[in-house]
């Protein structure tokens, strides 16, 4: 079965602390894997999908197959960053996401 | 242009009342979907339609029911309100297999 998980519910670091976000899967297609970020009181958004291999607001992911992994990292945490993370898993064809239970970071000043 | 839009964006209903929240989006998406979200559990897929004029379950699809009235809109109902379904709903879409989902501000929803 696919799946995403993300073993941290919640992650605390100090401002301009390094920051890493867990996230492994599970599926036996080629993936297709992203980061949503969902500010307070906003809307889910698109932070970055492993196939652009860009980055966005200072955060990469990188897709390692080996280890069935997909975290997200930024060197420098910056109190913006305080938000719920969702790491999503894009199966063949036109089917749903599959998202993991998230993870919120919250950076302390 | 208002991307996927949401209707209401609170509301109280008591227990076995029934409601239906809206979604429309402007955005020529051919798949919707409808989440829950909820502390500890993450996002979690009520139902989708990947076309119009089709409509799938998803992981927690009981107590809900769907309608895709035309391309642009789809909703959700809630037949009989329990306490169990107080919730954050999210509507999205996405076009095609295309891999980005634009979701709405959603419905902040309490039974009691």
């Known amino acids: 079965a696919q799946r995403v998980t993300q073993p941290e519910k919640l992650l605390s670091v100090f401002k301009g602390a390094p920051v890493e976000l867990k996230c492994n899967y599970s599926?036996?297609?080629?993936?297709?894997l992203f980061w949503y970020v969902q500010y307070s009181r906003q809307r889910l958004q698109l932070l970055l999908r492993?196939?652009s291999r860009e980055s966005i607001k200072g955060f990469t992911a990188d897709l390692n197959k080996g280890e069935t992994s997909f975290h997200l990292k930024k060197p420098f945490a910056q109190e913006e960053d305080s938000a719920m993370y969702y790491c999503?898993?894009?199966?063949?064809?036109?089917?749903?996401?599959?998202f993991g239970k998230g993870t919120r970071l919250s950076v302390i000043a | 242009n208002a991307g996927v839009t949401q209707t209401p964006k609170f509301q109280v209903l008591k227990t076995g009342q029934s409601m239906t929240l809206q979604c429309a989006q402007d955005?020529?998406?051919?798949?919707m979907y409808w989440y829950r979200q909820d502390p500890g559990m993450g996002l979690r897929l009520i139902y989708y339609?990947?076309?119009?004029?089709?409509?799938d379950k998803g992981e927690v699809p009981n107590g809900y029911n769907v309608s895709r009235l035309n391309k642009r809109e789809f909703s959700l109902r809630l037949e009989s309100a329990a306490p169990s379904q107080t919730s954050v709903y999210f509507c999205?879409?996405?076009?095609?297999?295309?891999?980005?989902?634009?979701f709405g501000p959603g419905t902040r929803l309490t039974v009691t």
């Open positions: 999503a898993l894009k199966r063949g064809g036109n089917t749903p996401l599959v």
């Open positions: 339609s990947a076309s119009e004029g089709t409509t």
């Open positions: 599926y036996s297609g080629s993936p297709e």
């Open positions: 492993h196939i």
């Open positions: 955005m020529n998406h051919n798949s």
């Open positions: 999205a879409g996405r076009q095609g297999t295309t891999y980005e989902q634009y």
